[in-house]
RNA sequence: GGUCGCAUAGCUCAGUUGGUUAGAGCGUUGCAUUCACAUUGCAAAGGCCCCUGGUUCGAGUCCAGGUGCGACCACCA
């Protein structure tokens, strides 16, 4: 099936590709034209999939694409990301390994929230106003759109990723891996929840991680103030209020005796106690060498508190006001608390003195409030623990790397992160934002609170989840009409239909794994409705069912309300004699089964249940523990949801609070390479393509992201994440500015480029020129000069294309009548040797540069010019056209594919059944004789000569040069090639200028062509030259020292070069005298 | 303050075990253009490889010091 599609497609493609084909091939390439359609094709072949790709593949690589954050578009430093890691990918394909590349986003939490909560700014609302749920939905859509934005300019750049295995940070299933991950390290007691001194952003209610904090440096003042029996400086009096500590240098002879004991200090009225201690942090040139401590508010202060067990007051809130226990300053915000504590304490005589001083200020990255160190309650991961297997996180994730498991390309980055991973803290993994994964705890007897709750709580970390989604039915008729309607079949009403179809993409992005209904009708058709659009597993379960109305079913409500007004209470027991009817105690012992059966067979999944009025109450009654007057009061309708989790089988959940605070979002992206290979489970994928080969992103997350996935892999699942980092460098501007998305002048839009300029040309312009670790400028002229060189590769095949007579597709390489062939065809054997080399050591650059120089430099200036004055060469120059096209291919994956379709499509076809280049293998060099190569380089030389000297003397290229020659081989047999590259004409002329070029020696007849006195000042120019070099080549072989210690090789290379310059020397003389 | 790095042609940068008279692209200059390609061709000019010293037969490359620049980490009362 696949292979026709593929077929059909290359044919509509190049239909107009016949003989001949000169007319039909566009003179210039047009990547707009060419580039969707190209990437359409690759797709429908299936090969991005490596299960799907051909021929027996035993050798594995894969790498995970660092999955972009959805927050809007790629940048260029995206486009460059792609461009390394298709080139690896798509020369690995081709190199016969089993390849994956696997695709992804990252939900990016606080930055995703951030965009939202703007947006919502401008309307004027905040995402309080919306609540938790609404607010998430909001995210949910704009998230979409951002995926399908970005999906479409990965395309657009021509990343050949494996779409059957696209994840997502945030989606269920790897929401269950975070779980479990979680879990595991708590069980492990990796994972705990710690009073901590964090930051806080009293405007954005949230701590920030210590990355998330700016500086700026602000003018301030320092003040000296009396403290008890010493003085101590401060930039923040306010804070003096919660001191529990002094300290000082131990080396300091001042405070000597005061070591040890404790102070009670009276700061105008407010009396503080402080312990002395001394440390050697302490500055004994800064301020007075005393520092009052404060633990709540200083992350400093903290681990001194800790280090010298000194107690913790807290004098200010997380609203940035003084608390309680800043007595009279209570509820004042913390600026007017400094003015008016200055204020007492001057009157009171205790400050000395007020300096200016440049304070560098902490920040929020977000809002530029300023940062409030305070004391909260957050989760961490200790990162210094011995884990479960015998050795902390630290020394995992840095032996991982001092093992030489993983390698970092450039070298100089293991450094760094030794460096980092030595001074690594403890990692505080909660957020108090609202997009994110949820933190998997629940709080029993706790008012939930999260990061402020006070009490102590018995916390629940649970193993399996099980996700209820309740849902009523649509309306019937009977509902309409308000009759009892309990276990009889009624139809949906008309109208119901449409109001269920509305309700469809909001349970689409519930993202169910199954659906559970009652079997009667309306839940049945409801159900049903849905599932059109769902299509996941549907179960139908009888233990919903609706209350048995008995003799009531059908009749009027209102009727029957006057007549049993009891019935109407909802009474537990009700029970009215001689009816059939099912009381709710009954209906309970019902959903109790149900409850616990679900949760035995679909443990971790998520479950949309389609029940009914009386059902939906019963659930409440018991999840909810509520009692029968709240039942009363409460009538679910369809379009609301209710929303339950069953932890471990357990149901009583009324109790049970979950955390609301979020993970930190780099807990999610430290799992990428495994969780979305399936971990935990053990699955084909992750014993196939873990570790992945490389993993490739710039080196400005090396810290963020990288060492995380080390210390999740090393500890979660026993193995390194990646054999190799690759780390590039960050784009920047002409003037080597930062691009940053907040100031478009900078920021070139990869889109646009590739609009203007063609995919492979930006590709090019982010490969060629660059090195790993190092920070690339990208401007549009260079993209400019890449664009010119893929037309330039364009019209060598339409060159070639136009000149065969009949195209052939060749297995083996042809054979080489001319000197010309032999160097051709070796340096094509050389280059292809280089770059596979190249690609291999990950040096893009010069690998791209090889192929360029070669492309350009030999084959189209060099070879197709001499092609034309031979002829005869149709083979050779299919040969050479179908290998650049292999070798490029994995640079400029468009051009090479669209030209490959155009030329050997269809006879590629029909001999490997394969009519796709990307697919195409990999050629092995050969080996090459260095002969051909000398001789060709010296006749190059011949016609280099001659066109220098045209140069020189301005001689039109039209006017034909006589020379005469002394005629050796090389001469004599590629007289015609000369004769026209040089434009020259070989006779027999005796008297003349001799001139020398090189080794070569011509006369060239006397005329008006020549300026005597130019030439002879020319050639004594050179004759100095050269007679330099001669001495430095003389002394350098009399220097016994140098023969005896360098290698042979090269002592014998300086000795012919000194022969040769003998000759040359003579040569030159001679003509200087001639003339 | 700590750590790491960078300095090569006017500009942007390659230069991976130390071994040709140090390379490329862009730009500049001159000439050309019915020819696959002006998104082109031919040719030229342009370098104390930051400075000082050391190791070595030999240093752009290795070592030490200096100067200038940058990045990251930490953050101080």
Redesign the pocket.
């Known amino acids: 099936m696949r292979y026709i599609n593929i077929i059909n497609l290359f044919r509509q493609l190049n239909f107009w590709v016949t003989i001949p084909y000169m007319k039909e091939i566009p ?3 047009n990547p707009k034209a060419v580039e969707n359609k190209i990437y359409q094709l690759w797709e429908n072949s299936g090969y991005f999939d490596p299960d799907e790709l051909p021929g027996k593949r035993t050798k594995h690589f894969s790498i995970s694409l660092p999955p972009p954050n959805v927050t809007g578009k790629l940048h260029i430093g995206h486009s460059a990301m792609l461009a390394y890691q298709d080139i690896m990918i798509r020369f690995h394909r081709m190199q016969g390994d089993r390849t994956l590349w696997l695709p992804g986003m990252d939900h990016a939490a606080i930055a995703t929230q951030n965009i939202v909560e703007r947006e919502l700014k401008k309307e004027g609302q905040t995402r309080h106003d919306l609540g938790r749920e609404k607010f998430l939905a909001r995210i949910d859509d704009f998230v979409a759109k951002s995926k399908d934005t970005i999906k479409m300019q990965l395309k657009a750049m021509g990343a050949s990723l494996d779409w059957s295995r696209e994840q997502f940070t945030l989606s269920p299933e790897l929401t269950k891996t975070v779980r479990i991950a979680f879990k595991k390290m708590y069980d492990d007691g990796l994972i705990y929840r710690g009073d901590r001194v964090v930051n806080w952003c009293p405007h954005c209610q949230s701590t920030l991680a ?2 998330e904090v700016e ?1 700026k440096e602000e003018q301030g003042k320092l003040y000296y103030l009396k403290y008890g029996p010493v003085a ?5 009096p306010e804070t003096k209020l919660g001191d529990t500590g002094l ?1 000082v240098n131990p080396q300091d002879r001042r405070y000597q005796k005061l070591l040890g004991k404790e102070l009670e200090i009276d700061l105008a009225g407010h009396k503080i106690k402080v312990k002395v201690f001394a440390d050697k942090a ?2 004994m ?3 007075t060498g005393a ?2 401590v404060t633990p709540a508010h ?3 202060d903290y681990q001194w508190a800790q280090k010298y067990n000194l107690g913790i007051i807290k004098v200010i809130d997380e609203q940035g006001k003084m608390t309680s226990f800043a007595g009279k300053y209570s509820g004042l915000d913390v600026l007017t608390a400094r003015k008016k504590f200055v204020e007492n304490l001057t009157k009171a005589g205790l400050i000395e003195k007020a300096e200016d001083y440049n ?2 200020l ?1 920040i929020c990255y977000r809002c530029g409030t300023p940062v409030e160190p305070l004391p909260s309650k957050q989760w961490f991961v200790n990162v210094n623990k011995k884990t479960s297997r015998g050795k902390s996180l630290k020394q995992l994730a840095s032996e991982a790397v001092k093992s030489g498991q993983i390698k970092m390309i450039p070298d ?1 980055f293991t ?2 992160y030794f ?2 991973m030595d ?1 690594l803290r403890d990692w505080c993994i909660s957020r108090q934002i609202w997009y994110g994964h949820q933190i998997p705890v629940w709080y029993k007897n706790s008012s939930g609170l999260g990061a402020q709750s006070p009490r102590q709580e018995e916390v629940i970390v649970p193993k399996h989840i099980t996700e209820l989604v309740l849902m009523r039915h649509g309306i019937t008729d009977w509902n309409k009409e308000n009759k009892v309607q309990g276990i009889t079949n009624v139809p949906l009403d008309e109208l119901s239909i449409d109001e269920i179809k509305k309700m469809i993409p909001r349970l689409k992005r519930e993202r169910f794994d199954l659906i559970i209904t009652s079997p009667l009708m309306r839940a049945k058709q409801t159900a049903e409705i849905i599932n059109e659009e769902l299509k996941i597993p549907l179960a139908i379960n009888d233990l919903l069912k609706e209350r048995n109305y008995g003799e009531f079913e059908g009749r009027n409500n209102a009727e029957l309300r006057k007549e049993y007004p009891d019935y109407f209470e909802d009474k537990i027991n009700f029970d009215i004699p001689g009816n059939q009817e099912e009381s709710y105690q009954k209906l309970a012992k019902r959903v109790k089964t149900f409850l616990k059966k679900v949760s035995q067979e679909y443990s971790d999944k998520k479950i949309l249940v389609i029940c009914h009025h009386s059902v939906i109450r019963t659930f409440r009654m018991i999840i909810d523990h509520w009692d029968a007057k709240k039942l009363t009061a409460y009538s679910p309708k369809f379009n609301e949801l209710v929303n339950y989790k069953i932890l471990d089988g357990d149901y009583k959940m009324a109790e049970l609070r979950q955390d609301p605070d979020t993970l930190d979002t780099w807990f999610s992206s430290g799992l990428w390479t495994f969780s979305t290979l399936g971990w935990p489970e053990k699955t084909k994928d992750l014993k196939e393509f873990h570790p992945t080969s490389v993993m490739e992103t710039g080196y ?1 997350i090396l ?1 963020f992201w990288v060492a995380r996935m080390i210390i999740m892999s090393t500890y979660l699942i026993g193995e390194r994440p990646f054999d190799n980092v690759y780390l590039h460098g960050l784009i ?1 501007t002409k003037e ?1 500015k930062k691009m940053s998305k907040s100031d478009p002048e900078t920021a070139i839009d990869p889109l646009d480029m590739i609009n203007q300029f063609g995919s492979d040309a930006l590709r090019l312009s982010l490969v060629i ?3 790993a670790g ?4 990208i401007y549009k ?1 260079k993209i400019e ?1 890449y ?2 060189f ?3 590769l364009w ?2 095949s ?2 070639i294309l ?1 000149t065969v007579k009949n195209p052939a597709y060749s297995k083996t390489a042809p054979r080489a009548k001319t000197l010309s062939d032999q160097w051709i065809l070796g340096e094509l054997e050389k280059t292809t040797e280089l770059v596979t080399k190249k690609i291999t ?1 990950f ?1 893009f ?2 690998a791209g ?1 090889q192929l360029r120089h070669f492309t ?2 030999e084959l ?2 060099w070879y ?2 001499i092609a ?1 004055i031979e002829g005869g060469k149709d083979k050779i120059l299919l040969w050479i056209l179908k290998r650049i096209l292999i070798l490029w291919h994995p640079f400029i994956p468009f051009v090479t594919e669209e030209i490959w379709q155009i030329a050997f499509g269809e006879k590629a076809a029909a001999i490997y059944e394969l009519p796709l280049l990307m697919i195409e293998p990999w050629p092995k060099p050969q080996k090459t004789e260095a002969a051909a190569s000398k001789r060709f380089s010296s006749l190059q030389n011949v016609i ?1 000569s001659f ?2 000297f ?3 003397y ?1 001689i ?3 006017t034909l040069i006589s020379v005469s020659a002394k005629k050796n081989i090389l001469i004599k047999k590629e007289e015609k090639i000369i004769n026209k590259l040089a434009r020259v004409k070989f006779t027999d002329v005796k008297k003349g200028i001799h001139l020398t070029y090189g080794q070569f020696d011509f006369i060239i007849p006397l005329g008006e062509l020549i300026d005597v006195k130019k030439e002879k000042k020319r050639s004594e120019l050179e004759l100095e ?2 007679k330099k ?1 001669y001495e430095s ?1 003389k002394k350098k072989l009399s ?1 016994k ?2 023969v005896e ?3 042979k090789e ?1 002592v014998q290379r300086e000795r012919e ?1 000194q022969i040769e ?1 003998e000759e040359i020397i003579k040569k030159l003389k001679k003509k200087i005298t001639t003339l």
């Open positions: 003179k210039a390439y210590d990355d500086y101590i400086a401060t930039t923040r300290a302490v500055d040139q800064f301020g520092i009052g200083s992350l400093q304070n560098n902490s100089k450094k760094t460096q980092w001074n400005d810290f920047r080597g020129g660059t090195s190092n920070d690339v400028r002229e000069g664009r010119n893929v037309n330039k019209n060598i339409r060159f136009s050591r040096e650059s010069q540069e350009w430099d189209a200036d197709l010019e034309k280099n066109r220098n045209r140069a020189e301005n039109p290229p039209t030259i050269k070099y080549l220097n020292q140098f210690k360098a290698p090269i070069k310059l």
